[in-house]
Structure formats: structure tokens, C-alpha cells
Nanobody, 122 residues
Framework: QVQLVESGGGLVEAGGSLRLSCAVSGRTISSAAMGWFRQVPGKEREFVAAITWSGSRTSYIDSVKGRFTISRDNAKNTVYLQMNSLKFEDTAVYYC???????????????WGQGTQVTVSS
């Protein structure tokens, strides 16, 4: 059974930083693309960032470019999201996903974690 467990969320002031982790068990991530998504109440879950299996390519939504960095450690079966210069509008539940990477970029599969809350105070 594949399980994804996010951690590292919390309350931070605007301008601060957090580092999210997503530990995967039940299968290796070394051949999978990985992604981060976020969701606020009443809105659809939105894509935030993704990384290819090798880490050679990454993708971000425009609103986090230059502030967030996705990375992975295949030996630890873990993917990370370093979030700097956090803004109030980054407040959300953040989810990681084990997916795939095609000619259109990242495609999520049905492997999701339980989420970790990130709250940025203004």
C-alpha cells in the first residue's frame, strides 16, 4: 500500500520560511514524478510545483516562482518543498502527490497524502 505523509507545516509570519517534507512508503519514488498541490476551503486543489524522477526538470505556478523550491532525495524516498518569502495568500493545506511527467508536464495520479496546514499571518 502506497502512503504519502506530509510534514513541516505550521504558523509563520509573512516573509518567513517553511520546509515541507513528503515521505513515501510502499513503493520507490525513484521512477516517479512528484508534485505539490494546495487547497483552501471552498476552492479547488491547485498545482504548486512538480519535479521529474531525476530532478532534472521542475515546474511551478507563477505565483511561487522565485520563492518556492521543490527537491527530492530518492534514497530517502522523500520530496521537499522549501517555501521562502511566504505571503498571506500562501495559506492553505499542502498535499504531495506521486504522479507522472509527460509532454504536457506533470500529471497527478491517485496517490495523495493527508495534507499539512500552512498558515501565514499578515
Amino acid at each position: 500500500q502506497v502512503q504519502l505523509v506530509e510534514s513541516g507545516g505550521g504558523l509563520v509570519e509573512a516573509g518567513g520560511s517553511l520546509r515541507l517534507s513528503c515521505a513515501v512508503s510502499g513503493r520507490t519514488i525513484s521512477s516517479a514524478a512528484m508534485g505539490w498541490f494546495r487547497q483552501v476551503p471552498g476552492k479547488e486543489r491547485e498545482f504548486v510545483a512538480a519535479i521529474t524522477w531525476s530532478g532534472s526538470r521542475t515546474s511551478y505556478i507563477d505565483s511561487v516562482k522565485g520563492r518556492f523550491t521543490i527537491s527530492r532525495d530518492n534514497a530517502k524516498n522523500t520530496v521537499y518543498l522549501q517555501m521562502n518569502s511566504l505571503k498571506f495568500e500562501d495559506t492553505a493545506v499542502y498535499y504531495c502527490n506521486l504522479g507522472s511527467w509527460g509532454h504536457r508536464g506533470y500529471g497527478p495520479n491517485d496517490y495523495w497524502g493527508q495534507g499539512t496546514q500552512v498558515t501565514v499571518s499578515s
